[in-house]
C-alpha cells in the first residue's frame, strides 16, 4: 500500500476511535466487546450492512472493533431489487463506507420477485446470499444489527402464531444459530433503537430510510405499531423485558430435565439410541424436545422433526401396538421394553 493511501487510512481510523471517548459511544461499544468475547481470534467476521441506522451503528462498532484488533472484518448489502430506488441506494451506501475505510460488497437477489409474503421471502433470500459470501470466504461469524425493540416485536409475532416457550424467546439470545458452517449472532439485542441511531448519526449522518418500514402492509409494521398501544395501557418495554427474562428461566429449567433425561434414559451406540421405558414416564414437553435432539443427532439434520410428527409418535410409543414407524429419515422400532431409534439405510 502506497505512503499517502496508508496515511489516509490512519487518518480515518483515528477520527473513528476518537468517537469512542463519548460515554454513550463508549458504553456501547463495550456492550458490544463484551458480547464478542467467546469468539474473539477464533472468527472471520461479516456485517449484514442493510443501510439503516440499526446496521450502520453495528458497521461502526465493527469496524472499531476490526481496529483495535488488527483483523479484517467484511462488510455486506443485499440489494433485493424490489423497489425501485435500491439499486442507486445500494450505490450510495457503497461509496458513502468508503470514506470510512469500509469496504461494502453488494450482493444482488437476481430473478422474479414474490408478490406476498414478501418481506419473510425476502430476509430467506438475504441469509441465503450472505452466507454463500461467507462460505466461499471462510467466514464463520455473521453479525446482525437487531435491537431490544427487534426482540419485542418478535415475541408478538410469534405470540400471535401460537408458538410455544422456546419459539417465544428465540429472539432474545445473542445467538441465532449454531450452524457449523456460519453462526449468526446479535451482539446489540439488548440495546434500545434510539441508542444505535444516536452512534449512527453522530459517526454517518447518514442512513437508508426504507420505506417498506413504515407501510402498514407489512405485520411487523402492523405489530411494532400495536406495541405502541400496548405501551399505553401499561405493557412497556420494563414488563416485556421483565416477561422475557421469566420465561428464559423457564427454557433453561426444561432444557436442565431435557438433559437429565438424555442422560440417564437413553443409550448411545454406533449412531443409534436406545431409549429406556423411564424416558416416557417424564412429562409430554420434556419427552419432545429430548425426541427432537435425538432425531436431529441420528438423522444429522440441521432441523427436528415438524412438531406435529412428532407429538403424533409420542402418542403412539405410548400405545402397546406399536412396533416400528420412520420419522425424519429414521427408523423408530420397538425392542422389548425399549425403543431403537437409528437412521435408515
Known amino acids: ?18 468517537k469512542l471517548k463519548n460515554p454513550k459511544i463508549k458504553n456501547i461499544y463495550n456492550i458490544f466487546n463484551n458480547n464478542l468475547t467467546n469468539f474473539k481470534n477464533s472468527y472471520n467476521i461479516a ?9 450502520l451503528a453495528l458497521a461502526y462498532l465493527a469496524k472499531c472493533y476490526s481496529i483495535k484488533n488488527n483483523l479484517k472484518v467484511y462488510f455486506y448489502h443485499v440489494d433485493h431489487g424490489l423497489r425501485k430506488e435500491s439499486e442507486l441506494e445500494a450505490n450510495q451506501l ?31 433470500k438475504r441469509y441465503s446470499l450472505i452466507k454463500k459470501e461467507c462460505i466461499k470466504n471462510k467466514i464463520q461469524l455473521l453479525l446482525t444489527g437487531h435491537h ?5 416485536e418478535n415475541f408478538l409475532i410469534r405470540l400471535l402464531r401460537g408458538s410455544g416457550l422456546k419459539g417465544l424467546i428465540s429472539f432474545y439470545s445473542i445467538m441465532s444459530n449454531d450452524d457449523k458452517l456460519l453462526k449468526i449472532i446479535r451482539p446489540l439485542y439488548e440495546i434500545k433503537k434510539k441508542d444505535l441511531s444516536y452512534i449512527s448519526s453522530n459517526v454517518f449522518n447518514f442512513f437508508i430510510n ?6 402498514l402492509n407489512f405485520k411487523r409494521i402492523r405489530i411494532r405499531n400495536l406495541l405502541l398501544n400496548l ?28 438433559k437429565k433425561n438424555l442422560e440417564y434414559n437413553t443409550f448411545l451406540n454406533n449412531n ?30 440441521y432441523y427436528p422433526p415438524r412438531g406435529k410428527n412428532l407429538q403424533n409418535l409420542i402418542r403412539s410409543l405410548s400405545s402397546k401396538k406399536f412396533k ?16 431403537k431409534i437409528y437412521k435408515e439405510k
Open 47 to 55: 456485517i449484514a450492512l442493510s443501510g439503516g441506522e440499526d446496521s
Open 272 to 301: 443409534s439410541y436406545l431409549v429406556k421405558s423411564d424416558f416416557l414416564k417424564e412429562p409430554f414437553e420434556i419427552i419432545f424436545r429430548s425426541l427432537s435432539i435425538i432425531f436431529q443427532k441420528v438423522g444429522k439434520t
Open 94 to 124: 457503497r461509496r458513502q463506507m468508503k470514506h470510512y475505510d469500509i469496504n461494502c460488497k453488494i450482493l444482488k437477489w437476481r430473478g422474479p420477485k414474490p408478490k406476498s409474503n414478501i418481506q419473510s421471502i425476502a430476509r430467506n
Open 231 to 258: 405501551k399505553e395501557e401499561g405493557l412497556d418495554e420494563n414488563k416485556l423485558k421483565l416477561t422475557l427474562t421469566n420465561l428464559s428461566s423457564s427454557e433453561d429449567t426444561i432444557n436442565y430435565y431435557v
Open 1 to 18: 500500500m502506497k505512503k499517502k493511501s496508508l496515511n489516509a487510512k490512519k487518518i480515518i481510523h483515528k477520527k473513528l476511535l476518537k
Open 210 to 215: 426504507d420505506s417498506s418500514n413504515t407501510s
Open 148 to 152: 431490544i425493540e427487534d426482540v419485542y
Open 324 to 339: 416400528k414407524t420412520t420419522l425424519s429419515g429414521c427408523i423408530v422400532e420397538k425392542v422389548n421394553n425399549s425403543i
